[in-house]
């Protein structure tokens, strides 16, 4: 099925440092949401965008939807060894439509 | 934000047999369901859309004899893995879409159900 560019694939930063990730496509979609997967759980949702354009921040996480509406990027502030992860961006056209993952990027933080 | 629980958490059972996963959604109604399956190391595949009270609609490639949805209630999703095989071992996670304050969706994930088939 389709899925979205994410990028980078994986990470290994050193504890305060600041994370980017992005993620992007060649069709639109009205809604990104940002999700991490511990290993062994469920997606836990992180950041959701509903309007191009807009910035969210969730404490140290921040997110943009882009103005085009085929990309959105998350920005991790100061990370901690529990940012340790798997984040996906999912994309979605409408409400009644599936969401569109990412690959994921794997987030090692080395304290 | 919402929850989203599944049981079981992890389930063994022999090659032939039938499993059965329920989702359910604890602090809002979810019309719609969907089932993912994950390989490790990899993203989550779409399996299925659960509608309440109607067919649950099949991504391609799912075998729909194979893996029953069952969309009863507002709350319950259950997904039955038939004569399960080797193959079908793998992490099952479903989600659900409840309706944010401004008309969009958003969509909460359970905390996935580890299949192991012998």
């Known amino acids: 099925g389709q899925q979205l560019n994410q990028n980078p694939q994986s990470m290994f930063i050193q504890e305060g440092e600041d994370v980017s990730m992005n993620c992007t496509s060649s069709?639109?979609?009205?809604?990104w949401l940002w999700y991490k997967q511990d290993p062994g759980e469920g997606p836990v949702l992180l950041i959701a965008?509903?309007?191009?354009?807009e910035l969210t921040s969730n404490g140290r996480l921040t997110a943009q939807f882009g103005i085009t509406r085929k990309d959105s990027f998350l920005n991790i502030s100061a990370s901690i060894p529990s940012d340790v992860g798997i984040y996906f961006c999912?994309?979605?056209?409408?409400?009644?439509?599936?969401?569109?993952f990412g690959k994921g990027t794997r987030l090692s933080v080395i304290a | 934000g919402a929850v989203v629980s599944q049981h079981p958490s992890r389930v063994i059972c022999k090659s032939g047999t039938s499993v059965k996963i329920e989702c359910r959604s604890l602090?809002?109604?979810?019309?719609?369901m969907f089932w993912y399956r994950q390989f490790p190391k990899q993203s989550l595949m779409l399996m299925a859309t659960?509608?309440?009270?109607?067919?649950?609609?099949?991504e391609q490639g799912v075998e729909k004899d194979k893996f029953l949805i069952n969309h009863a209630s507002l709350t319950l999703s259950t997904l039955t893995v038939t004569s399960a095989h080797p193959e079908d071992s793998s992490f099952y996670i479903c989600?659900?879409?409840?309706?944010?304050?401004?008309?969009?969706?958003?969509?909460?994930f359970g905390p996935g159900t580890r299949l192991t088939v012998l």
């Open positions: 989600s659900a879409r409840d309706r944010t304050g401004t008309g969009g969706y958003t969509q909460y």
């Open positions: 069709s639109i979609f009205n809604t």
């Open positions: 965008l509903y309007k191009a354009g």
């Open positions: 999912a994309g979605q056209l409408g409400g009644n439509t599936p969401l569109v």
């Open positions: 602090d809002f109604q979810a019309t719609t």
């Open positions: 659960s509608n309440e009270g109607s067919k649950a609609t099949y």
